[in-house]
């Protein structure tokens, strides 16, 4: 499908991804906002083909995504799709929709013109993905953002294990083991938005776009965001998530003598057990790889390797399709996962080829 046709295509009003144009601004508005504006294949594809037309356009001097209804621009990958394709064997699908999502997250990050994510309400996951590489993003006071795949036996994706190594100290790491969602000022602390824009003035924000560059329309609509949480807790935040195992890491947040240490080692000991020890094993390496497109080729072994162990469809089944959140992980204990069952993850994925990104 060339990208005229796709273009075409999702102008109509029940498209996944509506393409509007409005003066000199290209607006891509998710559109499944019953799914909180989960992204599937279909939706990767349409927008792709749009920043390639668009990248073309003399036309377009500025990208504008934002997320249909109320509750938020994105959050995250359609999982309930892969939980079926991995149930029904082989998970080709979704290794082919990852492939697709991981470069356009490299092609985001390197867009030439102005890309402009709108970071409103709920943006998690693969929302994060085509919203954070972009070169101005902007949250309010409803943003929740979040990397919470340890929660449902994954590992970040679409280059979280990229930005989460590059926060201040170990904020990243906590936010990666937790699946904890942040407000606007720690999106803002943790270098994953750049400005705060009050939600009623958002409307007003993206319209001047139409005729104003977006560091324009910055300075007449950022403000000061409200104040975030994790920069009082930099302390033992840093100094526990500085270890070098999962156990470890649990064994200093329990002995710090701090609640809300503690209570970050309990929901840490409530996710998969394998998903904590690949995801600091991934994010340790991320922090030596030499680039964005270095980490999202990782990233896309490490994916791969989930669909053929027990956790991912485990834990999508007890948060999204039994919805009974009581996921029976396998292995059940972190000392039940050894290093080599790690190291497994990080291998080629067999008969998935590369991103072809580096």
């Not at 609509?221 to 104040?227: C, G, I, L, V």
């Not at 020890?277 to 790889?289: G, I």
Request: aromatic content about 4%; glycine content about 10%; overall charge negative.
């Amino acid at each position: 499908m060339n990208a005229t046709h796709d273009a075409t295509t999702a102008t109509s009003d029940d498209a996944p991804v509506l393409l509007r144009r409005a003066g000199r601004a290209g607006h891509l508005v998710l559109n499944r906002p019953r799914a909180i504006n989960a992204l599937n294949h279909a939706m990767v594809r349409i927008m792709a083909e749009a920043l390639d037309s668009w990248e073309h356009d003399a036309s377009v001097a500025t990208v504008v995504v934002t997320g249909a209804g109320e509750r938020g621009l994105c959050a995250g990958g359609d999982i309930r799709s892969i939980h079926d394709d991995v149930r029904a064997g082989g998970a080709d699908a979704s290794a082919a929709f990852w492939h697709d999502e991981y470069v356009l997250n490299a092609r985001i990050a390197r867009y030439p013109k102005p890309y402009v994510a709108v970071m409103d309400g709920i943006v998690m996951g693969g929302g994060v993905g085509i919203s954070a590489h972009g070169g101005v993003r902007v949250v309010t006071e409803r943003s929740r953002v979040a990397m919470p795949e340890t929660g449902i036996g994954f590992v970040p994706d679409v280059g979280g294990t990229f930005l989460l190594t590059r926060t201040p100290g170990e904020l990243g790491t906590h936010l990666a083991l937790t699946g904890t969602a942040v407000g606007a000022g720690d999106a803002l602390l943790c270098g994953l938005a750049d400005h705060f824009v009050p939600s009623e003035r958002l409307a007003e924000f993206t319209a001047a776009l139409a005729d104003r560059s977006p560091a324009d329309a910055v300075r007449e609509f950022a403000t000061e965001a409200p104040a975030g949480e994790l920069a009082g807790q930099r302390a033992w935040i840093d100094s526990c998530y500085a270890a070098d195992s999962v156990e470890e890491i649990v064994d200093r947040l329990r002995a710090v003598g701090d609640p809300q240490a503690k209570e970050a080692a309990e929901t840490i000991l409530a996710k998969s057990p394998t998903s904590l020890k690949v995801t600091l094993a991934a994010l340790r390496r991320a922090r030596e790889l030499p680039s964005l497109e270095a980490v999202l080729e990782q990233e896309y072994r490490v994916s791969c390797a989930t669909l053929s162990a027990p956790d991912l469809p485990e834990g999508i089944r007890a948060q999204v399709v039994d919805k009974d959140r009581r996921p029976r992980w396998s292995p059940a204990e972190l000392s039940q996962v050894s290093a080599a069952d790690v190291a497994r993850c990080f291998e080629p994925a067999a008969g998935r080829g590369t991103l072809g990104l580096v």
